[in-house]
């Protein structure tokens, strides 16, 4: 019998596209022969819905929810969520839910699922709530507890938390909403905080993540601090001026980027005590408002935050890092990862969007510094009470001072995240490491939920079947994954190739043999590479490695603490050297292939004539 995985994704808060490609990737990586995946997704009024599979895989929230056809008419071609029709009722609720799915009650979970993954983010889904909830229903999950969630959720409570324990922390001060927003000269308030800090400096909220609504600035100025400021509170301050010196086609522009989750305050929001649920409507609202005599406009989110953090800015290499237990409990910190982005901010855009910014594993240090780091990360999981994994961030400056910032009890879940990315450096794949998190979870659970039968068992038969599984006779058919290539679309061969094999590593009837192809139109170059190769940024990042592959010795020592992990979880071979192979060596290899390749070769038949 499989243990049923309910796949927790979606949600209300900013971060939920973020929540629904993650759900994707878990949902699909998942081990097929352990676990049978359940997709429950929360929509924007809380319901959870037990999601028919296909709209899994549709691009965002918006291209199927709500139905295209309940839309209401948008001249300006605004995509909106379901929170834009307003204040709906249940049987309305049901009308669109039915469309996609079942509704369930969160009293029926723990007949639906034996364990819930959590690929929640943000309010309700890392802050402790959803936690909260399940426990309640005796349900295991996945990460974290109940109060290291909420520590985890809180930068300002984290700060101090940290700074008590010894921990350098970035230099910082709050604003609270009130004390903002409830004088009639914020210039003073600007004047009696700048004592207390120096620029440049980063403002933020305290209880968002992927770095929404962040700001860095870089000079004494009142204005630009008021629009930070206002920018990570969630609201905008509208004039007159700045309003009507736009062409109308700026305007539709303007509210579409105003009420983005991603990078405005969203929506809806509320002007005075109104509350204005579409784009269109606010659109029409603002042209209202300013014919009258309106010479500013406050537009607050109705889901606006109530405290802010400003704080120092830090020069120096920035590196994140994830954090696991080990098979004894002991915290472990796998390689951490230095971040290079185009720009000075790792904001939303440079976090999920390709090509804005380089992951370099282990971070680019002399081995005993990336050692500090790891020991200093481990050393506040353990400082935190958290359980299972963590994604902890930071710095490390030109004279050695290393300073932690926003430790998560969760991390994204996307195929390129630093979750995954830094497991493959000891020879997890997806599938492996998210069966390992799984596992750890339920021991976790243990501990935390008074259930004495239910909970044990349900760990006993994991580690039953995890272990049938792996001295059985392997019968799976070996695929060859060929990807990359010398051509123009050599990068989107490797994220096919990659999506490929994460399919086909949790199929229970096949295994993946990832193969990178390079070379010229005279000669073809075949490497069967390891997991950590296949898993670096684009395919030029994956020819260097081949070519020059040297496993640094950090990355020797961690594969080393983790030998319990990867002598139970890992494939043979996932952290060997490339290994050049030739098409007849493939051919007594592998019982088929898979040609994720693009361009020439690949489309043209030179490939498919060497098979």
Known sequence: MKTRIGVI???????????????RTVYDNLDKALFDPVPVFIDSFGNFILINWEFIYKGSIRDFFPPQDQLPPSPNEYQIYAESLGEIGQPDQLKLINRIGTRIEPSSLNTLIDFAFLCLHGSDGEDGRIQGLLEYYRIPYSGSGILSSCIGMNKALQKVLMKNAGFNVPEFITLERKKWFGTANQKDIYTELKSNFSFPCVVKSSNQGSSIGVSVLHEDDFEKFRYAVNKSFFTYSLTRDEWNTKSFEEKVEFVRTLTDIREGIGIPVKISSKIIFHPEELLSNLNQLFSEP???ILIESVEGESEILIEEFIEGKEFSCIVIENTDGTPVALPPTEIRKGKELFD????YLPGLSRKITPIHLPSEEIHRIRKECENLFSKLSFNVYARIDGFIKSDGTILLNDPNTTSGML?????????????LNPSQFITYIIRMSIEARIRDIKSYKIIPWLLQHLDRNITSLKSSKNSKKKIAVIMGGYSSERHISVESGRNIYEKLSSSDRYQPVPIFLSGNDKEHTLHLI???VLLKDNADDIKEKVENFDRHPVINDIISECA??????????NVQPPLLISYQELASTVDGVFIALHGRPGEDGVVQSKL
């Not at 994704?9 to 759900?23: N, P």
């Not at 195929?415 to 020879?427: D, K, L, R, W």
């Not at 319990?564 to 071979?573: L, P, V």
């Open 294 to 296: 309106e010479d500013v």
């Open 9 to 23: 994704f979606g949600g209300s808060s900013r971060e939920r596209e973020i929540s629904f490609a993650g759900g």
């Open 530 to 532: 390891p997991v950590n």
């Open 564 to 573: 319990g992990i990867t002598g139970r979880y890992a494939s043979e071979g």
């Open 415 to 427: 195929p390129s995240s630093f979750f995954f990315h830094q497991a493959a450096e000891i020879g």
């Open 348 to 351: 939303y855009r440079s976090k």
